[in-house]
């Protein structure tokens, strides 16, 4: 399978220069040359399959030409070390539960399996200059779900940059207490501070002849494609439950490759009715669904952080999937935006009429499906993380305290072993360096 870039200007990729590029060298996003559909056999059959039988079928449609069964495989199965539930929550409203990874958040998908393709590409090709490092700079959930995915898989080094105390504590414990080949780097700054000290490592030739650099953010192809995963599961389970075929995904969303892999299942033959593109205040597509102009802006602040995207980086690949037609993407998706005060009263009326408990990002989908749903048809919201990774504002919404599960539990107890840093570049290459020796 060859990658094309949406910049159209970018030569053509193989799958391992896809992977380690991450971003195409025109600045474009990566696109599979083809999206197959998938046989009529599978559609008949995936009721009766297991999660990663469905999942590897989708993943042979892009990875089958490169990667070797058995191997793709093992990449499939380690991958989906977990289930993605699909839990009633109301009639005709159903929640895809897709925290139950190590991180509880849907990046742990994601970031396990292009851990593993990174991975299995380096053990196949060799690697350039030194190790490989993968560095990530984050705000909170992506260094966790990329680190953990990383984690103790031979031959790459992770360094995570966050800013200094302004990541939540769980969110800091799930990646800064786990040693290993997972290195993580306490920014004396803002996020914004950490991206510009990974984007002048890219840019720095002297670095780049010493190491080999890669970045595991949303936008590479290994991160983004085996998200279509659980929509295939959803339907599965949809079916199992005597659902009808037309249903409805609401997406809460902020860079939109969770929204944009659901747009890839749908191409693959995944009958689906429509979808919903559920935002905070920062509703950029919204706007333009509504005026076909894309306007980005800088983005604000909300209680749905993981959202507060101002100029999504996914966008790109929805306008190529649909030929740059806002006529044909409206046809497909629906917006819509929801301020903080309405996201509180979502997870306050829900959990006192249904006992469900939703986080902040599927609250917002959640009333996507509520505002757009006939009666009679069938919605899915995804769910993306675990309520318990957002505890003070839960706790704060509902005025009760809520348990923390088990698995989070076990990285608050553990110690921190960030490195503090200064924002200067030069501190933070002269780090990287002295890692070599
Ligand atoms: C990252 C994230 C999102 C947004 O997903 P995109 O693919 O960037 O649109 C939504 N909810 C949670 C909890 C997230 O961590």
């Not at 990658?3 to 590029?21: C, D, F, H, I, W």
């Not at 495989?73 to 977990?82: H, K, P, Q, S």
Request: include cysteine.
């Amino acid at each position: 399978m060859r990658y094309y870039s949406t910049g159209r200007t970018a030569p053509e990729a193989t799958l391992s220069q896809a992977v380690r590029n991450g971003l195409a060298p025109d600045g474009g996003l990566y696109m599979p040359e083809r999206i197959d559909r998938l046989p009529d056999s599978f559609y008949e059959d995936i009721a009766g399959m297991a999660f990663n039988e469905i999942a590897f079928a989708v993943a042979d449609a892009f990875f089958g030409d490169d990667i070797p069964e058995d191997e793709l495989r093992r990449i499939v199965d380690e991958t989906l070390a977990f289930d993605t539930p699909l839990v009633k929550v109301e009639d005709g409203i159903y929640s895809l539960e897709l925290f139950h990874g190590p991180t509880m958040a849907f990046k742990d998908v994601g970031g396990r399996f292009m851990a593993r393709i990174l991975s299995w590409i380096i053990s196949r090709d060799g690697h350039g200059p030194g190790k490989v490092t993968v560095l990530v700079a984050t705000s909170g959930d992506t260094g966790s779900a990329v680190a953990n995915g990383f984690l103790g898989v031979d031959g790459v080094d992770v360094t995570v940059l966050y800013p200094s105390g302004k990541v939540s504590d769980i969110q800091e414990k799930q990646f800064a207490t786990l040693g290993r080949n997972i290195t993580t780097l306490e920014v004396d700054g803002s996020f914004d501070d950490c991206q510009r000290l990974v984007k002048s490592a890219f840019m720095d030739e002297e670095l780049r002849s010493r190491l080999t650099l890669t970045s595991a953010n949303s936008i590479n192809v290994a991160r983004f494609l085996p998200q279509a995963f659980y929509y295939f599961n959803a339907y599965a389970q949809a079916r199992r439950m005597g659902l009808r075929d037309d249903i409805v995904f609401s997406v809460p969303s902020g860079n939109f490759g969770n929204l944009a892999a659901g747009l890839i299942a749908a191409e693959m033959g995944l009958p689906v009715g429509h979808f919903i593109a559920a935002n905070n205040v920062n509703d950029v597509f919204l706007e333009y669904l509504q005026t076909g102009i894309y306007r980005p802006r800088t983005s604000v602040r909300t209680i749905a952080n993981a959202m507060d995207v101002g100029d999504p980086s996914n966008f790109a690949r929805i306008l190529d999937l649909y030929g740059d037609s806002v006529e044909a993407i409206r046809r497909d998706i629906s917006g819509c935006h929801y301020t903080d005060y309405e996201i509180r009263d979502a997870v306050r009326s829900v959990h006192s009429s249904t006992g469900y408990l939703l986080d902040p990002h599927g609250a917002c989908a959640y009333m996507g499906l509520k505002d757009y749903l006939q009666p009679g048809r069938t919605g899915i919201f995804l769910e993306t993380a675990h309520p318990a990774k957002f505890k003070d504002t839960i706790e704060d919404i509902l005025g009760m305290e809520i348990g923390i599960p088990e698995r989070l539990r076990a990285f608050l107890d553990a110690p921190k072993l960030s490195v503090k840093i200064s924002g200067a570049y030069q501190d933070f290459k002269d780090y990287l360096l002295a890692r070599l020796k």
